[in-house]
């Protein structure tokens, strides 16, 4: 097939032609289902393999841009030190990604792409092809991606499919889009009927989609310029465990500690990375024992300064991708939507009361 247009479609009976074929190409990755309403990005070969409905896997899709465990560099001492630089990578092509995970995937490209470059994730990043899926509907109560502008495709793939019951159709974004067109060669032109069809989805999309939390995403920003000071941060202290789970799984947080490791003949070591938390004790600990955010109150407040105001003035985006996985998580039951709703309550009671 030649000279794409931007929308073809592929026919459920040729899903599995298609996956297969993908799979063929390179290492393929996509939702599968582990049991108790859990998922992870796995690889497949097949697409009976694939979970097409299912809520935000437990890890993002960040474990493969920024993997939990990384070696940067390597050395050898002989007559000289030899260091190398490492850069670890594996070509695949994620399949699968809904809307919040692709905005997550953005949010980790501005960061990574800032000076100094992280060429690690850069390298990496252009040797993943992004394959995105549209929710139709709401993939359970926890997901607040309407909220911050992530429940509709807004670019980051190479295609992106929608199911509309006996195909898909499907967007072709990116020159890799078309080359997997071409390589597996499952799909057909689209009409205007099913572009209508795509249209009425999202028309209903739009009825079902709207703002989780009672405020308009641009006042969010001001929300958090009032709530420096809030009592809800304080009732977070008494219930956070502080284990770091909410920032592991979060799409967005790229925070990392960087190690030594040298083996015991001391002429051999390396240099990694691994993922750390904000939510640790240890983490704003500086020399002199002196810590930025002891308390609980403080590291929690900040993990949600983090994502609905300092990358405001940053990058001019939420960090916040309403996946939901941060709640979904939290073994003291802290929800995100919850705490949004009690600081705009608190908000709310405290302007009101400036009438009085
Ligand atoms: S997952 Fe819950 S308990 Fe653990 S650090 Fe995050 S908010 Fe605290
Ligand atoms: S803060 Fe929670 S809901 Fe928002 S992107 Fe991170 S894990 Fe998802």
New binding site residues.
């Given amino acids: 097939m030649q000279h794409h247009t931007s929308y073809v479609i592929l026919k459920k009976e040729r899903f599995d032609d298609f996956i297969s074929s993908l799979s063929r190409m390179q290492k393929l990755v996509a939702p599968v289902a582990k049991g108790f309403n859990n998922y992870s990005f796995e690889e497949v070969h097949s697409a009976k393999n694939i979970a097409l409905k299912y809520i935000p896997t437990i890890l993002p899709a960040k474990k493969f841009f920024m993997p939990q465990r990384e070696t940067l560099l390597e050395y050898r001492v002989s007559k000289h030190v030899k260091a190398e630089a490492v850069v670890e990578y594996e070509k695949m092509t994620i399949f699968g990604l809904h809307t919040c995970d692709l905005a997550g995937i953005q949010c980790l490209n501005m960061v990574f792409s800032e000076r100094p470059k992280d060429y690690n994730y850069l390298t990496r990043k252009n040797k993943i092809t992004l394959i995105g899926l549209e929710c139709n509907e709401y993939c359970d109560e926890y997901a607040s991606c309407h909220l911050v502008n992530a429940s509709f495709p807004s670019g980051g793939y190479d295609l992106f499919f929608t199911d509309l019951g006996d195909y898909f159709i499907v967007h072709v974004n990116t020159l890799t889009g078309e080359r997997i067109l071409d390589i597996t060669n499952c799909f057909e032109k689209s009409s205007e009927a099913n572009l209508n069809e795509l249209y009425r989805m999202r028309e209903k999309k739009r009825k079902i989609f709207s703002n989780e939390i009672p405020i308009k995403s641009r006042h969010i920003p001001e929300l958090f310029d009032r709530s420096f000071r809030s009592l809800v941060w304080k009732e ?1 202290d008494e ?9 592991n799984v979060c799409p967005t947080c790229y925070c990392f500690d960087i190690k030594e490791e040298v083996d015991l003949s001391l002429m051999h070591g390396i240099r990694y990375r691994v993922w750390d ?1 904000c ?1 640790l004790e240890p983490f704003a600990k500086i020399s002199g024992g002196i810590n930025f955010r002891k308390e ?1 109150s403080a590291r ?1 407040r900040h ?1 949600y300064y983090r994502k609905f105001r300092y990358p405001i003035d940053k990058f001019s985006r939420f960090f916040c991708t309403g996946c939901g996985r ?1 709640t979904r ?4 039951g ?1 929800s995100l939507k919850e705490t949004l709703n009690e600081l705009l309550k608190e908000s709310e009671d405290r302007l009101w009361r400036r009438w009085l």
């Fill in positions: 977070l219930r956070c465990l502080a284990c770091g789970n909410c920032t938390s939510q609980r929690q993990r941060c998580t939290c073994m003291a802290i």
